[in-house]
């Protein structure tokens, strides 16, 4: 087989080498336009293409309609009229646009993230909201704490009275379904009305009233289904990661992975979460339990603070696929396997 380089095709294009500011404004319109914009469905490569489709023809025309859309660097006299040439080539570039371009959505995910977090920080100064941990001591419940705990929606509804001003996220899929995996007929709503850590515990204390005081553990699982969020994670492709979600910061970073990994590329149908009491579990980390019935790590604060975990369920779009309308089936849901939290133990009963 022909062995390709990066310096044989820039000179075939025309370009005096791969440094040139006229071959990077190129590579930057074949990611960003043709790729990212035109035909995002190809960023996933064509070992993926085919293996969802069956076949390579949508890969093909890709390289026919490349062809078209930069015909000066893909003239057949640059390769001396051997069509058989200029496919390899292109097959070879085009490869390496799209994990180039999966790459450069990864890292502006992660901003953006980064970003929301740094966001929450700085309006919980403004507002003199700090997150506070436990250190040992405990405080002696107040009337008023002691109210919140039994009722199932006073926290969330205190929680509501303190002003936070969270910038929502820039999302690949700005609207999709989250679904809590937590009996038979699983209840969803959609991501528009929980996309505040709050707003996603009032909304699981809605359905699971008894939850209202007790300290759970709340998470979602991916799976490392992007080459290039793997090899940052060190773990091989398609392997299943569980991550807690315990604040705004947490909630964030796991739906940018979700999307990030999803295994169509045109669309993202929704995710599933769990909770359970922290009760069942054992050798989790303490930064990883949602306390809501204490007053040194209440929800309100929660969304404070960044953090990440290690328990999990799975992401809608990696089991059975949802319709392209985006709505989310509890039929269509694969089924959860054995999931250790932190420190091996699985999870015994999940409300």
Known sequence: M??????????????ANQWAPEYTDHVRSVKGTFLREEHPELLVGPQALETSTGSLATWENALNRLYERYPEQWNPVNFDGNLAQRRGFANFFLVAQAKKARSDAVNEERK????????????????????????????APSESSTNRASSPLSLPAAAAKRVKIVERPELTFRSFA??????????????????????????????????SGKRILCWSEIVFNDSDYA??????????RPRMITNQGSWVACILAAQANRSKPDRFPGICIKVALESDHQNHDADDVIDLGSDDKRVDGAADTLGAGNAGTEV???????????????????????VSVAGGEKPAVVL
């Open 2 to 15: 022909p062995r390709f380089t990066t310096e044989q095709l820039v000179t075939r294009m025309g370009f």
């Open 112 to 139: 953006a993230a980064a970003a929301t977090a740094a966001a929450a920080a700085r309006a919980s100064r403004s507002t003199g909201s700090y997150p506070q941990k436990a250190r040992g001591r405990k405080r």
């Open 178 to 211: 989250v679904l809590l995996k937590d009996r038979e007929n699983p209840p969803a709503i959609s991501y528009d009305d929980v996309w505040q850590f709050e707003d996603l515990i009032k909304w699981i204390l809605a359905k699971n009233p008894s939850l």
């Open 231 to 240: 090899e940052m994670m060190g773990i091989e492709v398609g392997t299943r």
């Open 316 to 338: 809608v779009s990696g089991g059975g696929d949802v319709g392209g309308d985006g709505i989310l089936g509890a039929g269509d849901v694969s089924v959860v396997g054995d």
